[in-house]
């Protein structure tokens, strides 16, 4: 009998080391270089689990600056033999210019053939450059931010929890989330009204605003939304959204409740929290009035001077495209904060109060609040990183937004059923894939019909 025993408690200490064992050896597995490319409300299951002598994660941030490096020095090449090329093509223009002082057919053909090359190249140097200049720091920042989630998270949240059963979570900053509605967040609001509406204007005015999108269920179906995020938050004016037509991945509001929303935003949304988080962080810049306060320390004509120098350097996507990445007036306030508002100082404060504030509309709406950082990893994830580097033009450092939204995440009282999905959602979604088509080939035909013949670009 004691046999049995023995041998029943040695068989049982057996599947309790191969159960520890199998999870050591999922936690070796993770190691550093996997987990800085895991999305961050994985990392935040992993943190806790896990723990990297200080040592290792001083080595790996130090590989991690020499692989930037690395590939700098390999994007500025491919620059480099992209312009060489440009030069070449242009070597060989000038050399058909001197062959005599007007076109033959051949040479006509040989012209068209030349043009449609410089031009494909220079398109494809600018996004190189975009990618060089400003996409390679997003993705190394967001991996350097990963790595200190990785070293810190633990405490911060240890922390958290005391503060909490402290008692004193309402004590924070905005932490009176029970009187949302009721609360004076950015008095005055009703002041801006006007203010967006000339702002509106001269964006429209000036031709930098993309293209409408006139169908009525799909503005119905966002309106909708942002209706439902306005009133579960600070906001006192009404909101107006606006539903462009560029594949730029953006969104932006205006002083006095005016909200643009990038067909390309919503294309790239996995789900609906992920397009209410957006919704949720715009609106809390409306509500905190961070447009309107801007302007005490900018003009007009100094932003839109600033706008043309970095249109000069992002232009990716036509005029359409530069005005989602510039064209804000009074505002300037999208995801990213297209222009360098760091000189104004407002870039860091303005940016973590709308990601605070978003986090909680968000959730007392109904919505699982961890849908704006998801789709944040999303983008500062992106390889390539064109379509989307209006997203990531100035911001507080990755780590302090982070920190600082998972933080109000877990202050928030806790909610059962959060939604993260809608059939609504896909439904719209393939909605405006299939409008988007039909204008793009609509505009294709046009295009061609208003030619004597075909462009060599377009066979």
């Given amino acids: 009998m004691l046999k049995k025993i023995l041998s029943l408690g040695l068989s049982l200490l057996m599947v309790w080391f191969n159960t520890v064992a199998v999870f050591a050896s999922t936690i070796d597995v993770a190691t550093l270089s996997t987990l800085v490319n895991k999305p961050y409300v994985e990392l935040l299951e992993i943190t806790p689990k896990v723990n990297f002598p200080e040592k290792e994660i001083n080595d790996f941030k130090k590989n991690l600056e020499k692989e930037k490096a690395s590939e700098k020095i390999r994007l500025e090449k491919e620059e480099a033999a992209l312009k060489k090329q440009v030069v070449l ?75 909490i059963l402290s008692g004193n979570a309402r004590s924070r900053r905005f932490g009176n989330v029970e009187d949302i509605g009721i609360r004076k967040v950015g008095e005055g609001q009703e002041k801006d009204i006007r203010l967006g509406e000339e702002s509106l204007q001269q ?42 037509d560029s594949d730029e991945i953006n969104a932006f509001a205006l002083p006095g409740g005016f909200l643009f ?48 120098q970095v ?31 760091t000189l104004l100082g407002v870039c860091r404060d303005y940016e973590m109060e709308a990601d605070q504030l978003g986090t909680q509309y968000a959730w007392r709406s109904g919505y699982d609040p961890k849908g704006f950082i998801t789709f944040f990893d999303k983008m ?31 202050y928030l009282p806790p909610k059962d059923e959060l939604i993260m999905d809608s059939t609504d959602f896909h439904l719209n979604k393939e909605k405006l894939v299939k409008i988007a088509k039909s204008a793009k080939e609509e505009r294709s035909k046009k295009a061609k019909a208003s030619l004597k013949k075909p462009s060599p670009c377009d066979e």
């Fill in 89 to 163: 093509l242009e070597q060989q223009l000038d050399k058909l210019n001197k062959k005599s002082s007007t076109d033959t057919q051949e040479m006509e053909k040989e012209r068209q053939s030349l043009h449609c090359q410089i031009l494909t190249l220079e398109r494809t140097l600018k996004q190189k450059h975009t990618e060089h200049s400003h996409g390679l720091s997003v993705i190394y920042d967001n991996k350097l931010a990963k790595l200190e989630l990785i070293q810190k998270w633990p405490l911060k949240q240890k922390e958290i929890e005391q503060f």
């Fill in 203 to 244: 964006l429209k005015s000036t031709g930098l605003m993309p293209p409408e999108i006139e169908d009525k269920e799909l503005i119905a179906y966002v309106q909708g939304l942002a209706d439902l995020v306005a009133a579960n938050s600070d906001l006192r004016v009404p909101v107006r959204v606006f539903l462009l």
């Fill in 261 to 308: 929303i990038n067909r390309g935003l919503i294309e790239k949304a996995s789900n609906e929290s992920e397009l209410v988080g957006v919704i949720s962080h715009e609106l809390a810049h409306v509500s905190a009035r961070h447009g309107a306060r801007l302007m005490k320390k900018a003009t007009i004509a100094g932003i839109f001077y600033q706008a043309a």
């Fill in 311 to 341: 249109a000069a350097v992002l232009l990716t996507g036509g005029i359409a495209g530069i005005g989602m990445y510039y064209a804000l007036n009074y505002g300037f306030f999208g995801l990213g904060l297209v222009l360098d508002l």
């Fill in 380 to 410: 500062a994830s992106e390889k390539g990183y064109v379509r989307s580097a209006s997203f990531f033009r100035t911001h507080p450092a990755f780590f302090d937004r982070i920190v600082s939204t998972f933080s109000e995440i877990s």
